[in-house]
């Protein structure tokens, strides 16, 4: 059972709109949630993280929302560059374990 | 800082021979894990070490995969005898604590046929 889920493998955005990146998760004691950025042949790469105290998150161009009662995570790219395509994984840890719970990943594809 | 460094980057193999894959953490990060990336079940952790210790290896597929972390520099994940379902992306990350970003190496791409 997937606790984690990514549900769009990928998406399309023109160069300059927003990007909007969504996550959802099944278990309630998750209390840390992370992106992370991939490029082809290379490890993922830190991109912001949130608590669970908090429903916002912002670092220049990139935010991420939390919203608890619905399970749901999202991050917004605004505005959205071509070097912003790449793969972006959703990550989840809490419940006193500290493994990092994995989407499967969304491919942002930014058109020029 | 070189990042995490992991070799080799490519590994093909035969099915049966002993795979051994490695990697140097950021010299002060107490955290290590090893993750396995496939197609059908995205990033998998297989094990992670605090302080050079094995915290969880309930991630290890089967018996045939063993990981050691003998200093605080260095850490191996062995298959063996390997299998073609073996092939898969292998990375490596390390972390100053358990609430921390991972910073991820670059990834062993293994191959066996």
């Known amino acids: 059972d997937q606790q984690v889920k990514q549900n769009s493998p990928s998406l399309s955005v023109q160069e300059g709109r927003i990007s909007i990146l969504n996550c959802d998760y099944t278990?309630?004691?998750?209390?840390?949630f992370l992106w992370y950025k991939k490029y082809p042949a290379e490890g993922p790469t830190f991109l912001i993280s949130?608590?669970?105290i908090k429903d916002k998150n912002e670092d220049g161009r990139f935010t991420v929302f939390l919203n608890k009662s619905a399970k749901h995570l999202s991050l917004h790219i605004v505005p959205s560059q071509p070097g912003d395509s790449a793969v972006y994984f959703c990550?989840?840890?809490?419940?006193?374990?500290?493994?990092?719970?994995w989407g499967a990943g969304t491919k942002l594809i930014i058109k020029p | 800082d070189a990042g995490v460094i992991q070799s080799p980057r490519h590994e093909v193999t035969e099915m049966g021979q002993e795979v051994t894959l490695r990697c140097k953490p950021i010299?002060?990060?107490?955290?290590l894990f090893w993750y396995r990336q496939t197609m059908m079940r995205g990033l998998e952790l297989l094990i992670y070490?605090?302080?050079?210790?094995?915290?969880?290896d309930s991630g290890m597929p089967e018996d045939r995969f063993s990981a050691k972390m003998p200093n605080a520099s260095f850490s191996t994940l062995k298959i063996q005898p390997s299998e073609p379902r073996d092939s898969a992306v292998y990375f490596c990350?390390?972390?100053?604590?358990?609430?921390?970003?991972?910073?991820f190496g670059s990834g062993t791409r293994l191959t066996v046929v």
């Open positions: 990550a989840a840890s809490g419940d006193s374990n500290y493994q990092l719970i």
């Open positions: 990350a390390s972390s100053p604590g358990p609430m921390g970003g991972y910073t």
């Open positions: 070490f605090n302080n050079n210790v094995p915290i969880d």
């Open positions: 949130i608590s669970s």
């Open positions: 278990n309630s004691m998750f209390d840390y």
């Open positions: 010299s002060g990060h107490d955290y």
